[in-house]
């Protein structure tokens, strides 16, 4: 039987071993979520929603636990581990006060008696998760998706398989019913076997563009409905009236997210030529005064890249640049010793062919593109195949507006670093994904919208 195996990437040192479970376990696994389901399906929504509450308090009780997991399986510093534990938890707590009124049934006028909107569950929803943000992605997929009256099958990625395992036990401590959400140690077969079965009614996966399409593929041939959150590259735009201290600062929080490792963090910085020079200089400055190191370290700022595959590829679309003439302001060098880490790098003159700038880029890499106005940012901006997220730097309020509706992506931010929210609805156009995670629009994804009409018996 094989296995999966953890590593620290800030040490290069095995964890644990996690046995891969034969097909027919997991698929025992989906049966006795099907029965869960039915089971829940029939619960109130206020019920399933009141469950949602203790689940945050379990997993504020078990932060430091949870974070340390993190941290040690994929590398991120401990602050951001332990932020995104909480913000775990404010998810919780938002689809606890919010669920309830968005999945009551809605009347319409029509021409019979009666006509309403009922929204009622689908049945068992699979997710394949990435490892960058092991509980939140996993969370702000499952917790609309059980709330909804689903059962959830998680395939978390190998590497934070502990993370993935403790999300099924922190629903089991909330006290939601056995078996309603479930955790799978599972190699790609099974998971293929798994989206062919009937009773898996819905696919959420969030990954790289290529695997997303894959799936899609998979889940066509079996007619299941997908959610896709895939890669991104998000512009950063930084025109010629914004306040270039504070562009400078969010350019350095927008592309160290989860040490760069994120597919919403800023990746190509998008400067009109008149500021550029100075952008430049001031994000070079600031980049390289953060502190690169042990993710264990209250201190530190950026963590290790999650493994040694991710890194050869950072350096080697940095070498491609640098070969054709683009140069590193700052940065640009692995760290000696252990583990996987990589220097805070700013790049300028990078041109819009250059991989730094086609490519998603995932890691505190910079690239720097110069352009005349904001028309050519907007269309540099929109020339990639991404469209997730995107920010837009200038003191003019209405000019950002008019800026953040110009850009085809799923979300902007104008004078913000691009971030997730529960109150926000998230996912990409393009390459970048399918449907919608997060707020009322995420909670409808995995229901049927169901129209029932009445009419007199009498005719």
């Known amino acids: 039987m094989g296995k999966v195996t953890t590593i620290d990437p800030a040490t290069g040192q095995k964890l644990r071993d996690y046995p891969l479970m034969p097909t027919a376990e997991v698929l025992a696994v989906l049966a006795a979520a099907d029965l869960a389901y039915h089971r829940w399906r029939e619960r109130p929504v206020a019920e399933r929603a009141a469950l949602l509450r203790p689940l945050a308090a379990v997993l504020r009780d078990g932060a430091d636990r949870y974070a340390r997991l993190m941290t040690q399986e994929m590398g991120k510093p401990l602050a951001e581990a332990r932020a995104e534990v909480e913000k775990c938890a404010w ?74 395992l403790a999300i099924e036990e922190a629903f089991a401590l909330a006290g939601f019913p056995a078996d309603l959400f479930r955790t799978v140690v599972a190699d790609h077969r099974t998971v293929a076997e798994l989206v062919g079965r009937d009773e898996i009614r819905g696919i959420s996966l969030t990954g790289s563009t290529g695997v997303g399409a894959r799936l899609a593929e998979l889940a066509g041939r079996h007619l299941k409905k997908v959610v896709l959150e895939l890669g991104g590259s998000d512009p950063f735009i930084v025109l010629e009236d914004a306040d270039l201290e504070q562009a400078a600062r969010g350019a350095v929080a927008g592309r160290l997210l989860c040490t760069g490792q994120s597919c919403i963090a800023a990746k190509r910085f998008i400067v009109v030529a008149p500021v550029a020079e100075a952008f430049s200089a001031r994000f070079a400055e600031l980049m390289a005064a953060q502190r690169v190191g042990d993710p264990m370290d209250p201190g530190t700022q950026v963590g290790a890249i999650v493994n040694e595959q991710e890194l050869a590829t950072l350096e080697e679309q940095l070498a491609e640049a640098v070969d054709r003439g683009a140069r590193v302001l700052t940065g640009g060098r692995r760290l000696p010793g252990p583990g996987t880490f990589l220097s805070p790098t700013v790049v300028a003159g990078v041109t819009p062919d250059m991989r730094l700038a086609r490519e998603e880029v995932f890691g505190p890499i910079a690239p720097v593109l110069v352009v005349a106005g904001e028309d050519e940012a907007v269309a540099l901006a929109n020339a990639s195949e991404f469209g997730l997220g995107g920010s837009v730097w200038t003191r003019d309020l209405e000019r950002g ?16 670093i691009t971030k997730s929210d529960p109150r926000m609805p998230f996912g990409g156009v393009k390459k970048s994904g399918l449907g919608r995670e997060l707020s009322r629009f995420g909670l409808y994804e995995f229901v049927n919208i169901k129209g029932i009409n009445v009419y007199p018996a009498d005719g």
């Open 401 to 416: 507006r008019r800026v953040a509706r110009r850009l085809e992506s799923g979300a902007v931010f104008v004078n913000h």
């Open 91 to 164: 998810l919780c707590e938002f689809y606890a006060d919010n669920a309830p009124r968005w999945l009551a049934d809605e009347p319409v006028d029509a021409d019979g008696l009666e006509h309403r909107i009922v929204y009622q569950p689908l049945g068992v929803i699979l997710s394949v998760m990435p490892w960058n943000y092991p509980f939140w992605q996993a969370l702000r997929f499952g917790v609309p998706t059980v709330t909804a009256g689903n059962a959830s099958l998680l395939k978390h990625a190998s590497n934070v398989t502990g993370c993935g």
